[in-house]
């Protein structure tokens, strides 16, 4: 029996392990524009936000934080999207949901191509009705933004059998802020902690085989 009609999967750090990718990119914006490097804590900051917005968190103008998109997106095209992998147990996860006819979409605030051809690189585009991605503008930047895209796509009239799953606070606060369920992944990048304070009910898995046990109820 289904809980869910329609489950939404963030990219980084729910469907895949992109940490190493991010990272290496993030590394030559600072590199190639002649800034500090950040320390670690403040580096992992950077998967799952928007890079624009990462950036100007870390005091870089509109202008910089632009021209820093763009180092990232050409470093992530020759080098970064390779460093990617889908986490162990996940693609058996997707495919017992589909065969029991959950709708899957992916909702991240990654750059739409990028998110496209990581999906279809990972071979698990077969899985998913609809993939929704960040805009290069601010019309669709943040991950409420991007949900609320998806779910007009699918045409979800139940939001009540609708779920996002995550592993960010930016993830949590999506779902709350368009008023659907959240799954939170603790194997990702996230902390409980940090989804919690966006989040408060939310449930919580630390491995991908335990998202099919929520959405799919054993009678």
Request: charged share 30%.
């Amino acid at each position: 029996m289904k809980k869910y009609d329609i489950a939404l999967f963030d990219l980084d750090g729910t469907l895949s392990e992109s940490g190493e990718g991010i990272l290496y990119c993030v590394r030559k914006i600072f590199e190639e524009t002649g800034r500090p490097l950040p320390d670690e804590k403040t580096l992992g900051t950077f998967i799952g936000p928007p890079m624009y917005d990462s950036l100007r968190r870390c005091g870089f103008s509109h202008e910089d934080a632009e021209d820093g998109v763009e180092i990232y997106k050409r470093n992530f095209v020759e080098t970064g999207i390779y460093k990617n992998k889908v986490y162990a147990g996940m693609e058996q996860v997707l495919a017992v949901l589909k065969e029991n006819g959950v709708r899957l979409g992916v909702a991240t605030t990654k750059y739409y191509p990028f998110a496209e051809r990581i999906i279809k690189m990972l071979g698990i585009e077969k899985y998913f009705d609809f993939i929704g991605g960040a805009t290069a503008g601010t019309e669709r930047r943040t991950k409420a933004k991007v949900i609320s895209w998806c779910l007009e796509n699918m045409g979800a009239d139940d939001k009540i059998r609708v779920v996002m799953i995550g592993d960010t606070k930016y993830d949590a606060e999506g779902a709350d802020a368009v008023g659907i369920d959240f799954i939170g992944c603790l194997y990702g990048y996230g902390t409980k902690e940090e989804m919690d304070s966006f989040f408060g009910n939310a449930v919580y898995v630390k491995t991908p085989s335990e998202i099919e046990k929520i959405i799919i109820v054993q009678r």
